[in-house]
């Protein structure tokens, strides 16, 4: 079963330019989220997107816009490049999960967790 | 609101002994928490989570963390700390579960052979 995965690994940008990160959620799941880890950081959330439309929002500017697919998958785009862009731009995906969860049991809690990509490393400079 | 509060950016223990990563929360309704761990240039991985259930959460790699409404906490605990166990860890919190999480600013273990 492929987890969720995002491309591409590594990206550098200079201010002012235009970035697109995709993301394609695991298998079964149907919701992407989207976050921002700067350096030294704990993750910062982004936004949610489910059934196609954005269903939560952090505080981010409008320069953050994505999109979802009706494969699931999804696309963060970022406009106008800032320095402060700089980090590692993490897709978690949750939602109708087929298979076995080793923590559900454990937990006795539900299945509908989000699980997380290897992230997008992204340089402004 | 929700918010998250790890005590302690750096915690370094001997390999064998036991570990004690806090988190303390703040949420206007029952939370739900969750600890993820994350080794150098990798993405988040679920180390366990509670959801209302058992207080007291078993996850992956021996680790365990124990729900204390009245202490507003969710410490995560392993008995004897392994050098595999060094990464950064991070707690988090959400109203439901897939709803959005609220993360602390981790707490970076090292482990001492």
């Known amino acids: 079963d492929a987890g969720v995965t995002q491309s591409p690994t590594h990206l550098i940008k200079t201010r002012g330019q235009q970035v697109t990160l995709r993301c394609s959620p695991k298998?079964?799941?149907?919701?992407v989220s989207w976050y921002q880890q700067a350096l030294g950081q704990g993750p910062q959330f982004i936004f949610q997107?489910?059934?196609?439309?954005?269903?939560q929002r952090g505080n981010f500017p409008d320069r953050f816009s994505g999109h979802q697919f009706p494969n699931y998958s999804s696309e963060l785009n970022v406009n106008a490049l800032l320095l402060g862009d700089s980090a590692l731009y993490l897709c978690?995906?949750?939602?109708?999960?087929?298979?076995?969860?080793?923590?559900?049991?454990?937990?006795?809690?539900?299945?509908?967790?989000?699980?997380f990509g290897p992230g997008t490393r992204l340089t402004v400079l | 609101a929700q918010s998250v509060t790890q005590l302690g950016s750096h915690v370094s223990v001997s390999e064998g002994a036991l570990v004690l990563l806090r988190c303390n929360y703040s949420?206007?309704?029952?939370?739900?928490l969750f600890w993820y761990v994350q080794y150098p240039n990798q993405g988040l991985q679920l180390l366990l989570k509670?959801?209302?259930?058992?207080?007291l959460v078993k996850g992956i790699n021996g680790f365990e963390a124990e729900f204390k409404k009245s202490e507003t906490s969710f410490h995560l605990t392993k008995p004897s700390a392994h050098m595999s166990d060094a990464a950064e860890y991070f707690c988090?919190?959400?109203?439901?579960?897939?709803?959005?999480?609220?993360f602390g600013t981790g707490t970076r273990l090292t482990i001492i052979p």
């Open positions: 988090a919190v959400s109203f439901a579960p897939g709803e959005k999480l609220t």
């Open positions: 978690a995906s949750s939602g109708r999960f087929r298979g076995s969860d080793p923590l559900g049991a454990a937990s006795g809690g539900s299945t509908d967790t989000q699980y």
């Open positions: 997107y489910y059934e196609e439309e954005e269903r």
């Open positions: 949420s206007s309704v029952p939370p739900y």
């Open positions: 298998s079964g799941h149907d919701t």
């Open positions: 509670y959801t209302s259930a058992a207080t």
